[in-house]
């Protein structure tokens, strides 16, 4: 597999969150440190400009936390870049956040939020408890604000996570399931949802070894590959960016540690990657089973 043209920055802007939850693959927790430091930070919006690329995807941990997080994105939205916040809801009534929802709206971001489930007890026993109550109400300041709201300009998607080792349903019916019982139980808006495989990697992989899953699991992501996911995995078009500003074709294999042909975010100032090998592993499989799998959802 080769790269093609270059769209998108995912940058990894540090491993602290506010929650721990048992699918996260990069680990991230409260008790995480790990932070990109200001050099690193000031390369993001010369490496957006420098390839022309028309969109930042901001994830962690939670990439809220970062001390620079607002100002990175006033500066790239001032350039006319699209910013994606890869948001996991309950950050918005974190200490301290209050006011973290009318500043994405203010900016124009589009918010990915992270609702493995609309049932209470499932998100839960995936996330934390209480955490479904919490990610219902980050909603509800989204929507008050105009998120999901037809012509209102302001994005915000959904992300679905199996609870358990199985691939994702068929996207098209569980995002009609998911907007049925939002707006008729809680009164939520969205514009789309997407389902999203559990990578085998990182937290996940040791919770499935402790169960005795992983390997069967491993075996249903190599017997339900398609080879036709192949031309649309987000590897062909996007550049993942470790918060030592490390260059990786993908943020699990950012995880893995598996680095791309160009080591470093400074290294795009300069060099166009498309054409380049892309690394891949057994966990890639994840990406091209069934309905497939990105971060912008199902791919066919």
Same mark, same amino acid.
């Given at each position: ?11 990894? *802007? ?5 929650? $721990?939850?048992?699918?996260?693959? #990069? &680990? ?13 930070? $000031? ?18 941990? $939670? ?8 100002? *990175?994105? #006033? ?19 974190? %200490?301290?956040?209050?006011?973290? $929802? =009318? ?55 959904? #992300?679905?996570?199996?609870? &358990? ?10 995002? =009609? ?6 707006? %008729? ?12 495989? &559990?990578?085998? +990697? ?18 249903? *992501?190599?017997? !339900?590959?398609?080879?036709? &996911? ?6 062909? !078009?996007? +550049? ?21 042909? %160009? ?5 795009? *100032? ?18 091209? =089973? ?11």
């Amino acid at each position: 597999m080769r790269r093609g043209t270059l769209t998108t920055l995912q940058v990894n *802007l540090g491993y602290r969150c506010n929650q $721990a939850c048992s699918h996260c693959h #990069v &680990n991230a927790s409260p008790a995480r440190t790990e932070s990109m430091d200001d050099a690193t930070l $000031a390369l993001i919006p010369e490496v957006l400009e420098a390839r022309g690329l028309g969109c930042l995807d901001l994830t962690g941990g $939670a990439p809220e936390l970062h001390p620079r997080f607002r100002e *990175l994105v #006033v500066a790239v939205r001032a350039a006319g870049v699209e910013v994606i916040d890869r948001c996991n809801l309950t950050i918005l009534s974190e %200490s301290g956040q209050e006011d973290l $929802a =009318a500043f994405l709206a203010e900016h124009g971001v589009t918010v990915v939020a992270s609702l493995p489930c609309y049932s209470a007890d499932n998100v839960d026993r995936q996330r934390g408890d209480g955490v479904f109550a919490r990610s219902i109400a980050g909603l509800h300041q989204l929507n008050a604000l105009g998120y999901g709201e037809p012509g209102s300009g302001l994005t915000l998607d959904l #992300v679905y996570n199996p609870q &358990n080792p199985v691939l994702p349903p068929p996207q098209a019916a569980l995002e =009609a399931e998911y907007r049925r019982v939002l707006a %008729s139980e809680f009164g939520i808006v969205f514009n789309r949802l997407y389902a999203l495989s &559990n990578m085998p +990697i990182q937290r996940y992989a040791s919770v499935l070894r402790a169960q005795g899953q992983l390997e069967s699991y491993l075996h249903l *992501l190599r017997t !339900s590959h398609r080879a036709a &996911n192949m031309d649309l995995v987000m590897c062909r !078009s996007l +550049i993942s960016v470790d918060w030592r500003g490390f260059l990786f074709d993908c943020d699990f294999n950012q995880q893995l540690q598996l680095p791309a042909t %160009s080591r470093h975010l400074r290294d795009l *100032l300069s060099h166009d990657i498309q054409g380049e090998p892309i690394a891949v592993a057994d966990h890639c499989f994840g990406c091209t =089973a069934g309905g497939g799998s990105s971060c912008g959802g199902a791919l066919g």
